[in-house]
């Protein structure tokens, strides 16, 4: 399946080499080699378990342009729609609970959001403002309880205890992850090692090729770069090399940065090698790695040391899928997001090719029976799985 990435252009942004040595990265990343691509991920051949969840449509109020984030508190989902400048919130069982919708540019208002994430310690909703700078707490009711201005742009952050780390933007081949303790006090700002950089030529415009979360957060904060091979953790005493990964053919050739070429050139070689230039959803948990690429998503197995890549997850009950899908902050679970054109889209070849309705999933055929083409999204999640059934605390 050839999934094309959104060209997200910033004024300045970068790209590097793992191997440089101005860098205050600590350690050497383990060893990861490709050992094969497969076409598809069977769900059930991997996954401990999977629920679909078709989010309840009120009104118009109600209705979601497209999710950016999604966190969870308990049974409840905080799912952030930069576009329309609002954070949703649902039970875990798809019932609309209400949304952050604060807009406006007085106190306790925003005008735009960059992301969200959880403080668990707190069972509070976070928002990183970007107009203007500060930082939103919420209740996990979504009332306000109190905000704190900060002086610089960070397109994402997370929450872990009394820690906050925010990823900045530098100056095209330097960019900064700067650590805070709750709520907002200033502890460091690290400059991380140069990057390579895709320079599209235009004005000093620099271009990454990214869909999805940089920083995330499961079993360790882990933090990615653009057009890097590598995965990065953070903690309070600075940020690690967890992993370097050698894609072999499907490496980024350095040459290939290097030539002078349109963004949508250099897009179009990757996708016709299936060079990987973008890794973001990084998951992990003790037994397993998971994250997504340009190119489609990759597992690896801590204990066998082996990476395997897959184009796309096959959604049994659909018999199709996709190779997008947005982490969560927990080491449990991801979540993909399915329009609802597209889920029929998928039940009527279904129905066609069985001409029958006996090998239907009855919940999946309840849901097609009740949808309409301008509903909210359907969530189908994945559990990830443990070996001998083992849950970590």
């Given at each position: 399946m050839n999934v094309r990435l959104i060209i997200i252009q910033f004024v300045l942004i970068a790209c590097t080499s793992c191997s440089s040595d101005k860098t205050l990265i600590?350690?050497?990343?383990?060893?990861?080699?490709?050992?094969?691509?497969?076409?598809s991920l069977v769900d059930t051949a991997f996954f401990q378990a999977s629920s679909i969840i078709p989010l309840e449509s009120n009104d118009n109020f109600s209705l979601i342009r497209s999710i950016d984030r999604i966190c969870v508190i308990d049974d409840t989902f905080y799912?952030?729609?930069?576009?329309?400048?609002?954070?949703?919130?649902?039970?875990?069982?798809?019932?609309?609970l209400g949304q952050i919708n604060d807009i406006g540019s007085g106190p306790g208002e925003y005008i735009q959001i960059s992301d969200i994430t959880v403080d668990q310690k707190r069972k509070n909703i976070v928002l990183l403002c970007d107009r203007p700078y500060k930082v939103m707490y919420y209740t996990n009711a979504g009332k306000l309880m109190k905000e704190v201005s900060y002086s610089d742009y960070y397109s994402e952050f997370i929450v872990n205890g009394d820690s906050i780390y925010c990823y900045k933007v530098g100056l095209k081949d330097v960019d900064y992850i700067l650590t805070y303790t709750y709520p907002m006090d200033f502890l460091r700002k690290e400059a991380l090692h140069?990057?390579?950089?895709?320079?599209?030529?235009?004005?000093?415009?620099?271009?990454?090729f990214d869909v999805g979360n940089r920083l995330t957060i499961s079993d360790a904060v882990y933090f990615t770069r653009p057009?890097?091979?590598c995965i990065y953790s953070i903690d309070r005493n600075g940020i690690y090399e967890k992993y370097a990964i050698d894609f072999k053919e499907h490496h980024l050739p350095k040459s290939l940065l290097e030539k002078n070429m349109s963004a949508e050139d250099f897009l179009n070689i990757c996708d016709e090698n299936k060079y990987v230039c973008s890794i973001t959803n990084v998951?992990?948990?003790?037994?397993?790695?998971?994250?997504?690429?340009?190119?489609g998503l990759f597992i690896y197995d801590k204990q066998l040391k082996r990476l395997e890549g897959y184009y796309f997850i096959l959604n049994s009950p659909l018999r199709g899928g996709s190779p997008n899908y947005l982490p969560v902050n927990n080491a449990s679970q991801i979540i993909q997001i399915m329009q609802p054109m597209q889920f029929k889209q998928y039940m009527d070849i279904k129905k066609e090719r069985n001409k029958t309705d006996d090998k239907l999933n009855p919940v999946y055929e309840n849901?097609?029976?009740n949808l309409h083409d301008e509903d909210n999204p359907i969530l189908i999640i994945y559990e990830l799985p443990y070996k001998n059934n083992i849950i970590e605390e």
């Open positions: 600590k350690g050497c990343g383990i060893p990861i080699v490709l050992n094969e691509i497969k076409t799912m952030l729609d930069r576009s329309l400048g609002k954070v949703f919130m649902y039970s875990t069982s798809g019932k609309y140069e990057r390579p950089y895709f320079d599209s030529g235009s004005s000093g415009n620099f271009t990454s057009l890097e091979s998951v992990g948990n003790r037994d397993y790695l998971l994250f997504k690429t340009n190119i849901i097609y029976q």
